[in-house]
């Protein structure tokens, strides 16, 4: 029985969706390699794949097109009337996702060329600059920038899309991001070694660091955001700053006490130009998140990105 006999009573589905009645893509490149080479065996080996595979392959397409398109012989496969037409169809096709693959991969290029990194002060300063070294050995031809603010500010950049990929360090997520947590920090209280609290022997009380006029980050950052809640909102301003690195130089002056991220005072610290004042009953743990647009989850460069926060 030749094959045009064994497909005469074969009947294609005709309903549902258009991808369940055209064959993929893997199928009419098959189709083609044996129309250009002649051979069933052939046709497989180019594709990669047994030619068990192959004639099962061809078996599927001519069942859901409901028409024989090879004819399979010792001497060789030879494509019938309807297979060449089908194979004139199918090369356009192919051509068609040629172009669109091309397309895509344009679109990557250019999503790849560029990386608008936002992140809070503290990450900002102390966090990223590795990560984005590290970055750079991976992805050299990538431009990266990074738009520095607090965790408000963050969240306006990504959800106008001035940014793809941001970090912060508030209690909660802002509205219309999603994220996940790359780090823990504590925040802690230092002041200058000439300060009372330096010779402290007893740890503060919540009600006496409440109590104190402290330097301290503007209302909005994760710093202040944490520190607020930590006091039921009670955190007395004596100087209000717009960044970590104004804060140490006041507090290195003697102008007074301030909360900071463990992260921002780590050298001040071993060189003794700040002291570390224990405290007692307050919690000033927090996360450390990255954050994206909700239902956005990042790729290429801020993927990777990403992936490195972790390592």
């Known amino acids: 029985m030749s094959a045009t006999e064994e497909h005469a009573g074969d009947r294609p589905v005709s309903t549902g969706s258009l991808a369940h009645r ?4 893997g199928a009419l490149e098959l189709l083609l390699a044996v129309a250009r080479l002649g051979s069933l065996g052939g046709a497989a080996r180019e594709l990669g794949i047994t030619q068990p595979a192959a004639s099962s392959r061809i078996r599927s397409m001519e069942r859901r097109l409901g028409v024989a398109l090879v004819d399979r012989s010792p001497r060789g496969s ?3 009337d309807a297979g060449a037409l089908v194979t004139d169809w199918a090369r356009r096709i192919v051509e068609a996702a040629e172009v669109f693959d091309a397309g895509a991969q344009a679109l990557r290029d250019r999503r790849d060329s560029r990386l608008r990194v936002a992140a809070s002060m503290t990450i900002a300063e102390y966090l990223l600059p590795g990560w984005l070294i590290a970055l750079r050995a991976q992805r050299p031809d990538t431009a990266v920038s990074l738009l520095a603010g607090n965790s408000a500010a963050v969240a306006e950049r990504l959800v106008s899309g001035e940014a793809d990929v ?18 823990r920090d504590r925040l802690i209280v230092v002041t200058a070694p ?3 609290w330096a010779r402290r022997r007893r740890p503060l009380a919540a009600a006496e660091l409440a109590a104190t006029a402290l330097i301290l980050r503007e209302k909005g950052s994760g710093t202040r955001q944490v520190l607020d809640a930590a006091l039921g909102g009670l955190a007395r301003p004596l ?3 717009s960044s970590t690195t104004a804060v140490k130089a006041a507090v290195v002056s003697g102008a007074g006490p301030a909360v900071l991220s463990e992260l921002a005072v780590g050298e001040e610290l071993a060189m003794r130009r700040l002291v570390r004042v224990p405290v007692d009953g307050v919690a000033l743990a927090r996360d450390l998140r990255a954050v994206w647009p909700t239902g956005h989850r990042p790729t290429g460069p801020a993927r990777d990105l990403l992936a490195l926060t972790r390592a």
């Open 22 to 25: 055209v064959p993929d893509l």
């Open 78 to 80: 030879r494509l019938t």
């Open 166 to 183: 941001g970090f912060v360090e508030g209690l909660t997520v802002p509205a219309g991001l999603d994220s996940a947590v790359i780090a």
């Open 194 to 196: 000439t300060h009372a």
């Open 239 to 241: 100087i209000e700053l």
